[in-house]
């Protein structure tokens, strides 16, 4: 009887505890004002890859481009003055997919379905219908505070092709119809739109897809069937580490102000992504 009493006494004096401590959050929460600090989020500009674009399901459709991180930390920065985040958003019932390229890696978005049986796990498949954008028809450039661009090197994002539409082929890696869609003119740069927009705050969040793209195909370097990473600027090569350093600080040269503030995101562990 006396261990059953002290049972219940205990969880009780939990319960007395977990209330108490539910009081004191909510206080702190009320209590709670946001500050700047000295930064000015008025101009608050991202660049990047898919990580900063919003790409999730196998490829970038609305939702989750409403869901990228900069449009997430925009809404809090509101709080603070910080301006409008325009994004060069997919419409809404788009899955992902382009009409007048030829690229057979940029395709419908990913679902799970139910195998035949119910013994057989969910698999991925392309949902259906799909609404293809065009790209004959871009959006107006220069507005954009998401320059997330999916599949961008470091080395990409000064590259003076990556917004022509005529210089799109299969699997090119000299333009790239995401940013075909957004950039200011045909010879625009992705980290030059990005300056024009003169960031008051800037995240810059590049060379994910320097490593990742080639681990993603298996390591297998351009034009080569399987075995050790190739070094490179292709597609799926790693770029080398001199190339590298040579583009990042421009990136950041391209960005900085004498008055604004920025941040700089590091390279995660790749293994250590869901692919």
């Not at 399901?57 to 989750?64: A, K, Q």
């Not at 985040?85 to 395709?107: K, N």
């Not at 810059?204 to 034009?223: F, K, T």
């Amino acid at each position: 009887m006396k261990r059953t009493f002290t049972k219940y006494l205990l969880i009780v004096a939990a319960g007395y505890a977990l209330a108490a401590c539910d009081t004191h959050i909510t206080d702190a929460v009320d209590d709670f004002e946001p500050s700047a600090g000295d930064a000015d989020f008025s101009t608050f500009v991202v660049v990047g890859d898919s990580l900063t674009a919003g790409y999730k399901d196998g490829t970038l459709y609305r939702e989750g481009q409403e869901n990228s991180y900069g449009a997430i930390l925009a809404r809090q920065f509101a709080q603070v003055g910080g301006g409008a985040f325009f994004q060069p958003l997919r419409l809404p019932e788009a899955t992902g997919s382009f009409i007048g390229i030829s690229l057979t890696d940029v395709g419908d978005r990913l679902v799970a379905v139910a195998g035949p049986s119910p013994s057989q796990p969910l698999a991925p498949a392309t949902i259906t219908p799909s609404v293809p954008t065009p790209l004959v028809v871009p959006l107006p450039g220069g507005i954009y505070n998401n320059f997330g661009v999916p599949a961008a090197k470091s080395i990409y994002l000064s590259l003076n092709t990556f917004g022509d539409i005529n210089e799109l082929g299969m699997n090119s890696n000299t333009a790239n119809p995401f940013y075909v869609r957004f950039a200011t003119s045909p010879g625009a740069t992705v980290i030059g739109d990005a300056a024009l927009r003169m960031p008051t705050f800037f995240i810059l969040w590049i060379g994910n897809n320097d490593v990742l793209l080639n681990a993603a195909a298996g390591s297998p370097g351009e034009g080569v069937s399987e075995g050790e990473p190739v070094f490179g600027t292709g597609l799926t090569d790693v770029t080398p580490t001199a190339t590298f350093a040579a583009a990042y600080p421009g990136l950041v040269a391209a960005l900085k102000s004498a008055t604004n503030k920025g941040m700089l995101a590091n390279i995660p562990d790749i293994s250590t992504l869901p692919y």
